[in-house]
């Protein structure tokens, strides 16, 4: 099931019978995800599981390709305060160890494996990308501010949260460890 309360801060937040349908929507999702149906949902199985008109599910989103990622975003991504520990190797190391945490749940990797599968070509962007390059741009911002020395936005990105998500996706053991080394290389850059 959809953890709604994770919907990440680039996600839309309609109000009224729109809030209504997405909330329905994404718990439909999440229901056929969970049960096996990753690969072969459709829009009228999301809508009839959803109760809504499959019309809705055309019109707001095109296709369960689009929908899938947009439901993987809200899940993969947290909108909750950044760390801010004093010193930018403290902030990345809590939050890499949160990010590794939370997609390796079992729930968690169903969404971000059934979003890569969604996939069929090479994308300019992936909303879930921007979001952890939005949260690293903000972690070198207050670091640069304190004066400290900080790896550059692309580095983090490349060298921990790359790392952390393809562990998730083919299953590779990540965790605590592995993350604080991740942390560990990527202060070494600095520059």
Do not use: K
Request: proline residues 5%.
């Amino acid at each position: 099931m959809v953890d709604m309360t994770t919907a990440s801060s680039t996600a839309r937040r309609p109000g009224g019978r729109s809030a209504r349908v997405q909330e329905a929507v994404y718990r439909a999702v999440g229901a056929l995800v969970s049960t096996g149906f990753r690969d072969t949902m459709t829009v009228p199985q999301i809508a009839e599981t959803a109760g809504v008109n499959p019309t809705s599910i055309y019109r707001r989103w095109g296709s369960v390709e689009v929908l899938l990622e947009e439901v993987a975003v809200a899940v993969l991504t947290r909108d909750e305060p950044l760390p801010d520990t004093g010193s930018i190797a403290g902030d990345l190391e809590i939050w890499a160890q949160a990010i590794a945490e939370d997609i390796g749940r079992p729930e968690r990797m169903v969404y971000l494996r059934a979003m890569v599968a969604a996939r069929e070509d090479i994308v300019e962007a992936c909303p879930c990308w921007e979001v952890r390059r939005e949260q690293a741009g903000e972690f070198v911002r207050r670091a640069g501010a304190r004066g400290e020395t900080t790896p550059e936005v692309r580095q983090i990105l490349d060298h921990i949260v790359a790392p952390l998500y393809h562990h998730a996706v083919f299953g590779l053991p990540g965790g605590a460890d592995y993350s604080r080394r991740l942390v560990a290389d990527v202060m070494s850059m600095a520059s």
